[in-house]
C-alpha cells in the first residue's frame, strides 16, 4: 500500500495548494528524508504567479531542513535518523559541468554535461521540500549533518538564501579594504551584504527602501543605508565615496534599474556581481560602461550547492560570524502553508522569511 | 631656438593632416624618442571621423617603436641611443589604480587614483607618435628596450593590437582544453585568436567574412574560420561544438550583434571577453544571459601597457610563438601618412596594418 | 563459474608477475572495461622495487585505455562496446574534498572527506589495468569516450603522464611570456615542457642528460636543453636568463638535488611547481629561500583526474597540439609484461614508455 | 649651514645609539617627513644583535607616521603640512617587478627590476624613520594621507605589522568557512590572526604561551588559543578539527619547528602561509609533506607596501573592523629609545609594541 504524504503543489500559475502524494521510492544513489523545517523562496513565488514555469502537480521549495528516513542501496556514510540539510541546488557531483567546478549548471545525463541551472533539481525539474518528505538525488553528494548545537531555524538559510547572498560577494572576489553596494536588501541582497562583511569589506552601502530590511541590514553590518525613495541612490554613493566609486557592487533584485545603478556606481576597474533573476533583457548604458574599455566584469552567480557548501555555511553560522535568525519574522505550520504563501507573496507585515514545519 | 618636427595632426573631424610642431621639451621623467616606426590604429580612424574626441591640434598614435634621443634629469637605467619601444597604455606606476594592478585606468594626478582610460596618453590625452619625436611620460616606467635581434616591423604590434588581442585571452582565462570563438578577425581578433592558442586552447573557432583576414586566422593557428555572409555564425558554432558551446568567447569588433553572438555561443559558466570599442548602448538578451542563473561573466579590458608588458610581448614574438610580420601589408613614410590614413580607413586593397616611417 | 582473467600481480618486493585473477563483479556504480592498451608507470617500478608499499596481491597499472564491456545498474550516459579511457586518480564526485575541487585527495567514505592522494586508486588501493579487465569505480566520474580518430596510443598518456605533467605547468600558474625551467626530462617532465608551451611559455629550459630524452625535448618545443653532466645546471640557467632566473621552475623527480636547484634558479616572487615523488626529507636552503622574504611558493601537485580532465587531454591530442606517440618507444602483449617490466625498470635500450596490449 | 637631526643609529651589533646626522636633502622624486609617531620591529632586534646585516651608520626603523616636511620637485598631489603614513616597503613603482605586482622585490635600478626583498629599503639599504625627520623615496608612490579622525597610534600598525601579518591570511587565500591555524602570536601572528578572521575564517586556532599574547588573540577573534607548553600543539588542532586539519596555517615566527607543525596540521589541498623571517635551512619532513603527493602549497609573504596598500589598512582601522591599539603596550620619546629597544628586545614588561615619538 502507498503510503501518502502532504505537499504544496503547483497546480497552476496563482495557485499552490496543500495537497496528498506518495511518499517516494528510494533508488539506489536517494536519501528520503523526513522534513522538519522548510520555508518559501521569492523565488517560489515567482513559480506560484506563473513568472517561472514549472510542471503542473510539482512539489515546489528546495531549502529543506529534515531527518533522514531511508538511504539508498548505494548510499554509505550516512546513517538513518541523522538530522541534515541539502542544497537549494543538488548537484551529481559526476558531470562534465561538476568536474570542472562549475556544479550549479549540472548537466548530468546530458551528452555535454552542462546545462543552464541544471543543478536546481528541487521545486523546479523534481518535486520539492514543502512536503513531509523529500527524496535528495545524489544524496553522497548533497547530504550535510547539521551539528547537534544549531536549531533548524539557524540553518534554514544555508540552502538558498545564505549560500546565494555569500556568493555574490564571493564571485565578487571582495577584498580586504574594498568599498562594497549592494542594491535591494531582501533576504539574498541581505546575506550579501553579510558576505561582504565576512571577507573584509570595510565601507557596505545597502540601497533599499523598506525600514524593517534597513535595521536588519544595520545590525549585519552594513556601515551605510541608503533609501533610494529619499532621492538618487547613485548620486548618494558617489557621494558617501567621494566621488571615488566602488570596487564591487551587487545586484541582488534583477531589474533594470538596480543593474544599471550598479554600473553606474562602480569604479574603473570594478565588479558587478549580479544576483537577481531576470524577466528580461537588459541594457548596458555606454557611459557607465566605459564603451568596453573601463576593465570592468559583470559575473552572474547561482545559488551555489553541494555538502562541501552547506558544511560551510553552517560553519558560519555555529561559529556566531553572522546570524540570520532576525530574518525568520513568521512561523506556520505545513497545514497552513496557503496562507504564509499569501503573506509572503504579498510582502505583508514586514515578512523576511517564513518557517514551515510539516 | 626650437627646433620643428613633423607631426600627424587632427585638425577637425575628417581631416588628419601632417604638419609642424616644436619637438618637445623633456620634463625630468620624460624621455625624449625619435620615432623610427609606427602604425595607425581603429582607434585613430574613429578619432579621424570624429566618433572619439580628442582636442584639436593633438598629435594622433599611439604605437611608437624609436630611439631614446634625450632623458629626463631624474630617469636612469636607460642610455641615449638606445632602441625602444613604449606601449600605447603608459601608466605612472604611482597611482592607487597602479598600485593595485589596474595600470590602464591609472588616475595619477586624480585624488582617488583612477579614471577611466586614464593610462591611454598617447594621441589621446597627450601628443601621439606619429610624428618625428615623441614625449614618454613616466619614461622609467614605460620605456622597453627592444632585442637587437628583432626588426622594428617585428616589434611594431606590441604596443597595442598584440598586447590588447592576447589580454582577451588572459582576460578570458582561457584554459588547456578550451574551445575559444573570436568574433571578428581584424588585427585585434587575429591577435586574440593567437592569443587563445598561446594559453593552450584547442578549438578555436574565428568568424569575419574579408578573405586575407581568414587565410592570415588560419596561419594563426585558428581551427575553424566562420563565414557569417555563408549562414549564421551562431548557428555555425553551435553545430561544431556539437551543441555544447565556447568556454570563451571574445568578442573584437565592438558592436551589438558580436557581442551579442558571444552570450549565445557561451556554455554556461562560460566567460564573454570583450575587446570591442562600443559606440551606443548595448542589449544583453535574456535567453542567452540565462536570466543571470549561468553563472556566466562579462569582462572587458582596455589594452594592457607598461614596460614589463612590452618586455613579455617581445619575448613572444622573440620566441617565434607568434610571427604577426604579415599583418604589415602596407608602408608608407611619415610624409605620406594622410595616404595611408585614406587607405586604412576604407580598409582598401585588403590592407591590415600599415607600417609608417618617420 | 567465474571467469578468470590474466593480471599483473604484485606478489612481494621485486616480484611482479603475471597471473590469474577472476573478472570482477559490477557493482551498481561501476564499470567493467576490456583493456585494449596500458603502460607502465615509474611509479610502477617503484612498487615493484618495494619503495612504494601496495597490498600483496593487487594488480597493478594505473593508465587504461579500454572498451566498455558491463555498465553498473545506476550508470547511465554510457553504452557497452564504447571505447573510453579513465584516469590514474577516479575521483568519486561527490566527497567534501571532490566538492571543493581537490578531487585527488578525494576521501570518499571518510568523516572529512580529505585523504592523502586518496583519489588514486588504480593499483594502490584496488586493482589496477595492466589485466585483461578492469573494475572501474564511480563510473559516471571516470569514464571518458575516445574520439574515433584516435588511436590507443596516442591516448596512452592521458590518463596519468600528461595529466600529471601538464599540471605541473598549470599549479605554476604559467603565463604567456615566462621563463620555466624543467629539472629532470622523464615522461613527467617532457609532458610538463610541453604544458609549459602550451600555455605560453616563451622560454624554456630542459634539464637532463639522457640524449634520447634531450632529442625528445626539443621536439615538444623545449628551446633550450641543458644537460647537467656538462657543468652545472644551476649555472648554465642563470647565464640563459642573463642573471634574472626563471617565473616558474618545475620539479620532475623527486629528489633534493632537483628541488634545490629549482629554488636556485627561481627569481623572486617565482613558483617552484613540483610533480617529484620524494622518499625523503628535504632541505629548504636558506639563501634560495630568501630566508622567507622573497614572495616565493611552492605547489605540489598529484596527477589530476576524472573524465572531464580526460575529455580536455584528448582534445590537446586531437588538436594535434601536442603529438606524444614518440614516447612509446617499445611494445609488448600482455603476455611478455614481466620482460617489459625488466626492460622499463632498468631504463634499457632508450626505452621511455611501453605500450602493453592484453 | 647643514641642519640636524636626531637619530637611532645602528653603530655595531649590540649597538644603536641616539646620535646625531643632517637632515636629508630632497631630490626631485622624494618627500621629507617630519616624524611624529613610529615604533620598534622585530627585524630592528635582529638588526641590534646583528643577526640581520645592514651598514654601520644607518637609521633604523621602517613605521613612520608624520607630516609633510618638503615635497620634491617632480612630486605632484600631495601638499606640506600634510600627514601621513608611508609602508615599511617603498615600492619605486615603475620596476618591472611593480608593473608585475611584485612591489615588494622591487629592483629599481637593476637589469632584470627583480631584487630579493627589494622593496624594504626604510632602515635596511637607505636611512629609517626612528629620527626626526625621514626621506621618502618616489614618494608619490608611498604617501598616503592619513584621515583626521584616526591618531597616529591608531595607524601605527599600518606599515608593518598589519600589512605583514593580514598578508599571511590574503597569501593563504582564506575563504569564508575555512579553519586557520596560526603558529606564534607576537605582533605578526595577532595580526594574521585578525586577517584571517576579516576574511572569513570560521575557526581560527592561535598557537603561543604568553598569556598576554593569548589574551589579546581571544579579544582579535581567535575562536580557540593553544598553549605548547601545555601539550604538542600538533596533537591539539587536530583534536580540535576532529581530526581534519586545517585549510591554511600560517606561520609567524620563523622556527623549523613552527614551519614543521603547520605541515603537520595541513589537510590535503591545504596551504602553509609563512610569514616568518628564518635563520637557517629548513627541513620538509617526507610524511607532512605526503611525499609530495598532497596538493599542498607553501607560500611566503614580505610585508605588502605603497600607497593604496596602506589606504586599505587604515579603511580597516577607521571602520573599525579590527582594533590594534591595545598592541601598543609602552610609549617612549626618541631621547629614551635606547632604553625602549633594551625593554623590546627582552621583551620584558608584557610589551607587545612601543611608540617612540621624535
Redesign the interface.
Known amino acids: 500500500m502507498t503510503r501518502m504524504m502532504k505537499a504544496a503543489i503547483f497546480v497552476e500559475p496563482g495557485r499552490i495548494v496543500l495537497g496528498e502524494k506518495p511518499i517516494p521510492d528510494v533508488?539506489?544513489?536517494d536519501a528520503l528524508i523526513r522534513v522538519t523545517t522548510t520555508t518559501i523562496c521569492g523565488t517560489d513565488v515567482h513559480i506560484l504567479k506563473g513568472e517561472y514555469p514549472v510542471e503542473k502537480g510539482l512539489t515546489i521549495g528546495h531549502e529543506p531542513v529534515g531527518v533522514i528516513e531511508k538511504l539508498g542501496?548505494?548510499v554509505?556514510?550516512y546513517r538513518e535518523g541523522q538530522r541534515v540539510i541539502a542544497g537549494a541546488i543538488t548537484?551529481?557531483?559526476?558531470s562534465?559541468?561538476?568536474?570542472?567546478?562549475?556544479?550549479?549548471?549540472d548537466?548530468?545525463?546530458t551528452?555535454?554535461?552542462?546545462?543552464?541551472?541544471?543543478g536546481?533539481r528541487f521545486g523546479n525539474t523534481i518535486d520539492g521540500c514543502q512536503a513531509e518528505y523529500l527524496l535528495v538525488p545524489?544524496a553522497?553528494?548533497n547530504l550535510s549533518p547539521v551539528p547537534d548545537a544549531l536549531t533548524d531555524e539557524q540553518v534554514l538559510m544555508c540552502p538558498d538564501i545564505m549560500s546565494t547572498g555569500?556568493s555574490g560577494a564571493?564571485s565578487g572576489k571582495v577584498?580586504?579594504?574594498d568599498t562594497v553596494a549592494v542594491f535591494a536588501l531582501g533576504p539574498i541582497g541581505l546575506c550579501a551584504a553579510a558576505?561582504a562583511r565576512?571577507?573584509?569589506a570595510?565601507?557596505i552601502i545597502g540601497v533599499d527602501t523598506v525600514p524593517e530590511r534597513l535595521a536588519v541590514a544595520r545590525s549585519l553590518g552594513v556601515?551605510h543605508v541608503v533609501d533610494f525613495k529619499a532621492g538618487d541612490p547613485v548620486e548618494a554613493i558617489m557621494k558617501l565615496t567621494?566621488?571615488?566609486?566602488v570596487d564591487v557592487a551587487i545586484e541582488a533584485l534583477?531589474t533594470q534599474q538596480t543593474f544599471e545603478s550598479c554600473l553606474k556606481v562602480l569604479?574603473?576597474?570594478g565588479t558587478l556581481s549580479?544576483?537577481?533573476?531576470?524577466?528580461?533583457?537588459?541594457?548596458?548604458?555606454?557611459g557607465p560602461?566605459?564603451?568596453?574599455?573601463?576593465?570592468?566584469?559583470?559575473?552572474?552567480?547561482?545559488c551555489p550547492g553541494?555538502?562541501?557548501?552547506m558544511?560551510?555555511?553552517m560553519?558560519?553560522v555555529?561559529?556566531g560570524?553572522i546570524d540570520l535568525q532576525a530574518m525568520v519574522t513568521h512561523r506556520f505550520p505545513l497545514e497552513r502553508i496557503e496562507e504564509a504563501y499569501e503573506l509572503f507573496a504579498n510582502q505583508r507585515d514586514g515578512v523576511l522569511k517564513v518557517a514551515i514545519t510539516p
Chains 1, 2, 3, 4 share one sequence.
Open positions: 533508488g539506489p544513489l542501496s548505494a554509505s556514510g548537484p551529481s557531483g559526476h562534465y559541468a561538476c568536474l570542472c567546478g562549475c556544479h550549479s549548471q548537466g548530468a545525463g551528452r555535454h554535461g552542462f546545462k543552464p541551472m541544471g536546481w545524489d553522497m553528494a555569500l564571493e577584498r580586504i579594504g558576505g565576512l571577507m573584509g570595510t565601507t556601515d567621494d566621488g571615488r566609486g534583477g569604479r574603473p576597474g549580479s544576483l537577481g533573476v531576470y524577466s528580461s533583457d537588459l541594457t548596458i548604458p555606454l560602461f566605459m564603451a568596453g574599455l573601463g576593465d570592468l566584469k559583470i559575473v552572474t552567480t547561482l553541494g555538502k562541501e557548501r558544511r560551510r555555511l560553519e558560519v555555529a561559529s560570524r
